[in-house]
């Protein structure tokens, strides 16, 4: 159920954020070397997620909005720069979510939507 819900709040602010960037190889951000101890949001409409990478491996998220049960859960990641695997559950057929890091934004990729988040 609440990874149902998690695909809901993720739909619900895409469908809010329209994010369009650009900039030139000259100015190509820089990509970290860890994730961890770093958070990354975006709020939108009174809809707001929050990704904290805690460790290494483990990452906390939280989505909040109008219409939406507070969602909180932990779960495992993997980042080889610039390249993020979130786990939503345990085991070898867990389901992911894709996204890269690029400077001070993380974009994931959910069912075929990109929801860009910035670094708090």
């Known amino acids: 159920m609440k990874k149902k819900l998690f695909y809901l709040a993720v739909a ?8 369009l960037t650009s900039c030139s190889k000259d ?3 820089a990509v970290p070397d860890s994730l961890s101890g770093t ?11 929050t990704l904290s990478f805690v460790t290494e491996i ?4 939280s989505a909040s909005g109008p219409g939406l049960d507070e969602l909180s ?6 980042y080889s720069k610039p390249n993020l695997i979130l786990k ?10 894709h996204g890269t890091v690029k400077g001070n934004k993380l974009t994931l990729i959910v069912e075929d939507f990109e929801l ?5």
């Open 12 to 19: 619900a602010l895409l469908a809010m954020n329209v994010a």
């Open 73 to 78: 859960g932990m779960g495992f990641y993997t």
């Open 27 to 29: 100015d190509e951000p």
């Open 116 to 120: 860009v988040l910035t670094k708090k």
């Open 88 to 97: 939503l559950s345990i085991g070898d057929d867990a389901e992911e979510i």
């Open 58 to 61: 483990l990452y906390e998220m």
């Open 39 to 49: 958070v990354w949001g975006i709020s939108s409409g009174g809809n707001s997620l």
